[in-house]
């Protein structure tokens, strides 16, 4: 495939997107890419979808918490099949890398092309889950598909807590299978995903004045993947905020520790790739603590080679009056210490999938307050349930208030579903290959639509979509290509109604 070049750089190309191939596809992205879209702040881009929908005729309808869906007739001959929703989300995660300067309220996404991938390289590029939405608009624009009565559903808030799914009236929706385009590996068909919850703890401390004497440093954890806190959890790669509370528990045992300050991860959903504290020691124990950073980077590369062998440990001056006392940085320290990351157990009924994971995805402690948020992830709602309870237990233990919100169900497996099985026969005819089947730890919408919607067929499938919520993530072009064969293949395909 060619693709139109804008300009030559010394490792990429800048392409005009919308000339992409299959351009019916690739000029929603672009309206994606030009139109920010953060959680919480979508209506600009759902507007103005809205008004671009009712200029081609199309009847559209915004719930009462924002969601628009929009609906197309059936084409000649196709009014007696089986209606379809296809559904997406409207908003993106939003990560930079440090020094980057980009402003995802205002500015637009310009991702660049290697090797057949469209990447934005130091932010998150919203592939996840803007490829979706622009097959979605890609199936109501296109005049020369065949297709029965159509629904694209657009929820808002799936990022950030599920709000537009939660949200969503029952009785809105008319079609009776819906295709959820929010998976990220092509040829794989997901029917089932995990539920979650998120726990948030908060803490006033009290305060010292900086002890005379003290140097003060900002130590900084970077160099990290990240990557989506559900589909990425089991790779074993290193959480930013686990790494810096390691390190300062180490330090604290041969030096007199203080900490003014702690920032690290910026995303409930995202693992956190950056961490950094403003830390007071002796100037005596300069050297002593310098020869510790040393170590404990070469020791962090050593434990995580393989998957994050690039982090990076950093000390640079900084300035700070007051640091935590004593008695809080303990407790406060221990508690998040102690915190669970990662996997807690696979999955007995599906065999290589994770049952249960927490992220520790948020820390924020300064001018006497801290606040955490750990995201739990089960495919059994009492496995989140639970492992949220144990958490909340820990940090009240440490004198926290802990609330926990935005519970979300998961998405039981239907093997016998018949959508899948049109998937399956449908992909077999177009490419001649078998797809897989797959239950993905990560949260989709389908639970949550198919507990107001029960008596709805439901299947997830997608293109080829790499480092999700993290910056560097890229989308494979040909897979674009792919999934929109067919997805105009299965519509053709729907059976009629009995």
Known sequence: MKYPIVCKQEHFLVVNIAAFEPKVVWEHFQTLCD????SKHEQALRDYLKGWAELRGLETVVDAVGNLVIRKPATPGMENRVGVVLQGHLDMVCQANTGTVHDFFNDPIRPVLQDGWLVAENTTLGADNGIGVALGLAALSADDIAHGPLEVLLTLDEEA???????????LLHGKMLINIDTEEWGEFYMGCAGGIDVNARLDYAQD???AGYEVRQLAVSGLCG???GADIHLGRGNANKVLIRLLQTLAASTDLRVASFNGGTARNALAREAFAVVAYPAADAANVAAQLDAYQALMRFELAGVDEGITLGASPASATQVM?????QAVFAALHAAP????RMSQRVHGVVETSNNLGVISIADGKVFTNLMVRSLLDSGFRNLASEIEALFRLAGFS?????GYPGWAPNPASPLLALFQRVYREQFGAESGVQVIHAGLECGIIGAKYPDMDMMSFGPNIRGAHAPGERVEVASVGKAWQLLQA??????ARA
């Open 490 to 495: 299965v519509l053709a395909a729907v059976p």
């Open 341 to 344: 990351h990662g996997v807690k």
């Open 325 to 329: 006392a004593r008695a809080a940085q």
């Open 227 to 229: 990557g989506h806190s």
């Open 35 to 38: 139109i920010p879209h953060p």
């Open 209 to 211: 004045a900086l002890p």
């Open 161 to 171: 807590g599920m709000g537009g799914a939660l949200g969503l009236e029952a009785g």
């Open 402 to 406: 802990v609330e926990t919100e935005g």
